[in-house]
């Protein structure tokens, strides 16, 4: 596997169930991120891991649970979900040291809620 | 707040040119990304600018006025290929990407 990879491609669960995303980055990046992308709305970061981590949470509603265990591996826990959380989730990862290093993006988890 | 605008949709013709502008409002400036995506796939990154003026990539350039709160991506010889979604993304003060919505680029034959 190269970049970054991110299972599973497509989700369709009920709010009542438990869910996890995964996302693995084979680039020996040190920063990982959670993207959620709705239609003709810009990328709303989640979620950023620095060096396993978590520097950024910007008032993710709790139903949204990240977990970093080691700087390649990275996931996103669903407990209780609401259909305006279906949406595209993009995981991403960089090299984070300060120097303006793009972002890697995988391929993403359509998310559909019912 | 922090804001970035692009145009919604564009349409352009297999083989000529298209510029697609960004405009930005951001707490500090610590660089500019492009980035392409193909529907149901991944952003790409496409390119960075951090100083005034343009960079270029084959057939793409990206422009850059710090003063203006600008950019623009060009796309020259024009491929159906080239149909995606462009991203404008700025790094502000903090080091976070401000993402704008995307500008939807159909090429036609």
């Known amino acids: 596997e190269t970049g970054v990879t991110q299972t599973p491609r497509h989700l369709v669960m009920g709010m009542t169930n438990k869910k996890s995303l995964k996302c693995e980055q084979h680039?020996?990046?040190?920063?990982m991120y959670w993207y959620k992308q709705s239609a003709k709305k810009p990328l709303e970061l989640m979620f950023v891991?620095?060096?396993?981590?978590?520097?950024e949470n910007n008032s993710v509603p709790s139903r949204f649970s990240p977990e970093c265990p080691n700087s390649s591996h990275l996931f996103l826990h669903l407990h209780t979900l609401q259909p305006e959380d279906s949406a595209l989730y993009l995981c991403a990862s960089s090299q984070d040291e300060g120097g303006p290093y793009e972002q890697y993006f995988g391929p993403g988890t359509r998310l559909t809620v019912t | 707040g922090q804001n970035i605008d692009q145009p919604t949709e564009m349409t352009a013709t297999e083989g000529a040119i298209v510029q697609i502008n960004c405009t930005y409002q951001t707490s500090g400036f610590n660089g500019l990304f492009w980035y392409q995506q193909h529907a149901g796939e991944a952003p790409t990154f496409l390119s960075y600018n951090v100083l005034d003026g343009l960079e270029e990539k084959g057939r793409f350039s990206s422009f850059l006025s710090r003063s203006k709160g600008y950019s623009y991506l060009l796309l020259k010889e024009l491929q159906m290929k080239d149909s995606a979604s462009y991203l404008c993304?700025?790094?502000?003060?903090?080091?976070?990407?401000?993402w704008g919505a995307g500008t939807k680029l159909i090429i036609k034959p």
């Open positions: 993304a700025v790094r502000d003060s903090n080091y976070q990407l401000i």
């Open positions: 680039l020996g990046h040190n920063a």
């Open positions: 891991y620095s060096l396993e981590e978590r520097v």
